[in-house]
C-alpha cells in the first residue's frame, strides 16, 4: 500500500482494531460447522445466528412448496407411471405393431433367412429346378424360363441333390444365373446346381466360355478365344448413351 | 449454547431424507409406482424450491415444474444413490435456470431489508425464541443478499446437502474456490446479520 515515490517504510505502520463481527471466523470452524451443522463451543456468536438461518432453510416443507405435486405427478404418470388397474382397454398395444422381444428377433432371422435364401432360389429359378407351380411364378416374376416337365433337378438314390442336367436344357437357366450370381458376389454359385454346370463346362474356369457359348451361341467363342473380355468394346450399362 | 440444525424445529428436515430406503423407493418409482415418485418428489421439490427462489426468484416454481418434467423422463434411466440423485436434481434445476436466464435478467424478489424486523433474529439471550420466528422465507431472503455464488454454494451444501465434490462439480468450479466461496458467504451472512440490527 504506497503512493509513487513514497518507499513502503514512509508509510504510518497503524494497526487496526480487529473488527468485532464474522470477518474472524477461523476457516476451520466454518467448515467444520458446514459438516456438522452446529458451531463448536468457541465458535464466535456471530456463527451462531448463522446456525439460526442455516436451521431455517432447512425447515419442514411449507405449504406452498407443495403446489406443483399434482403437474409432477400428472408428468410421471404419462411417462412412468403404470395404471394401477391394467384392464384390457385401449393401453393395450396391439401385437401386430409392437411384437416382444423374442417374436422380434424370430422376426429378423426368418427376415435374414429369406434374403440369405434368394440367391439359392434365384438360380434354382433359372435353372428350372422348381417344381413346376413355383417355377411358373419364377418366370412371371423374374424371367426364369417356363416350367419343363423333365429339365429340373434330380434327386440321387439316397436324396442326395444332384442338380440340374447342365447339359441339357437347363443349361441356359443355370448360365443365366451363374451370370447373375457372379455379378452380385452370391454364394449361390457353389450350390449344387452349379456344380453340375462346372462339371458340364470340364471344371470351374471354363463355365465363363461355356456359358457364353450358351447364352450367346455362335458369338462369344469367337470374340473371346482366350475368355478375356474385348477390351475395345466399351460397354455403357448405365451410363447415357453417346451422342451420335 | 450449541445450535443443532437439525433438531431446532422438532421435526424432519430437508436433506437425505430417505436414507436406507432410497434404493427401494427409486426402484419403484422407475417400474411405475406412483406412491414412491410421490415420496421423491416431497423429498426434492421444498429443497428445489429454495435453492431456486435465491438463485432464479422470478421463476422459481416454473423453473421446479420444468426440472421435475426433465427428471421424469431421465428417471428410468437413472442409476445412482440418494446423493448422486440429488445431485442430478440440482443439476438439472441449474441447467434450467441457466436456460431462463437467457431470457431474463436477474432480479433479487427480496432482500433483508424486505425482511419484517419481527422475522429477524433478536438478541443472543432470547435465541432459541428467535429459532422459532425465523421464517424460511426471511433466511432465504438473508441468502439472496448474498454474491450468487456465495449463496448458491451455501444452498447446495445445507439445502440440497451435497458434500463439496458434488458442488463443486454441479458450479463448475474446483472444490478449493467451493469451500472460499461457502466460507466468504457464511462470514458475509454473520456480518449481514450483525448489521441488521442483531445484538451478539
Sequence with gaps: ?244 | MAISLRASHGAVILGAVIGTGFADTLTAAQEGDEEAFTRLWRDGNAALLRYLRVTAPDAAEDIAADTWVHVVRGLPRFRGDEAAWRAWLFTTARRRTIDQARRRTRHAAASIHDVPPADLPVTADSADEALEHLSTRAALAMLADLPVLQAEVILLRVVAGLDTEAVARIVGRSQGAVRVAAHRGLRRLAQNLTDAGVTL
Design chain 1, 1 to 244: 500500500m504506497s503512493d509513487r515515490g513514497v518507499s513502503d517504510y514512509d508509510m504510518p505502520n497503524r494497526t487496526w482494531p480487529p473488527r468485532n463481527d464474522a470477518s474472524g471466523i477461523p476457516d476451520a470452524s466454518l467448515a467444520a460447522f458446514l459438516e456438522s451443522g452446529t458451531p463448536a463451543a468457541d465458535t464466535p456468536a456471530a456463527l451462531r445466528h448463522v446456525a439460526d438461518v442455516l436451521a431455517a432453510l432447512q425447515a419442514e416443507p411449507a405449504a406452498d412448496e407443495a403446489a406443483g405435486q399434482a403437474t409432477a405427478i400428472a408428468e410421471f404418470r404419462n411417462r412412468v407411471g403404470v395404471p394401477k388397474q391394467p384392464a384390457r382397454s385401449r393401453w393395450r398395444r396391439p401385437a401386430v405393431l409392437t411384437p416382444p422381444p423374442l417374436l422380434r428377433s424370430r422376426v429378423g432371422a426368418a427376415a435374414t433367412a429369406v434374403v440369405v435364401g434368394l440367391g439359392g432360389l434365384a438360380a434354382a429359378a433359372y435353372a428350372g429346378a422348381l417344381p413346376a407351380s413355383a417355377q411358373l411364378v419364377a418366370h412371371n416374376t423374374i424371367g426364369a424360363p417356363v416350367p419343363k416337365q423333365h429339365d429340373g433337378g434330380a434327386t440321387g438314390r439316397h436324396g442326395t441333390p444332384v442338380g440340374p442336367n447342365a447339359s441339357g436344357h437347363a443349361a441356359f437357366g443355370l448360365c443365366t444365373a451363374y451370370v447373375h450370381g457372379k455379378e452380385a458376389g452370391s454364394e449361390a454359385t457353389k450350390s449344387v446346381a452349379f456344380r453340375a454346370l462346372e462339371k458340364a463346362a470340364g471344371g470351374a474356369a471354363n463355365v465363363p466360355a461355356y456359358c457364353e457359348g450358351v447364352l450367346h451361341p455362335g458369338a462369344s467363342n469367337a470374340r473371346h478365344p482366350d475368355g478375356r473380355p474385348d477390351e475395345t468394346v466399351k460397354p455403357h450399362p448405365t451410363g447415357k448413351p453417346p451422342h451420335p
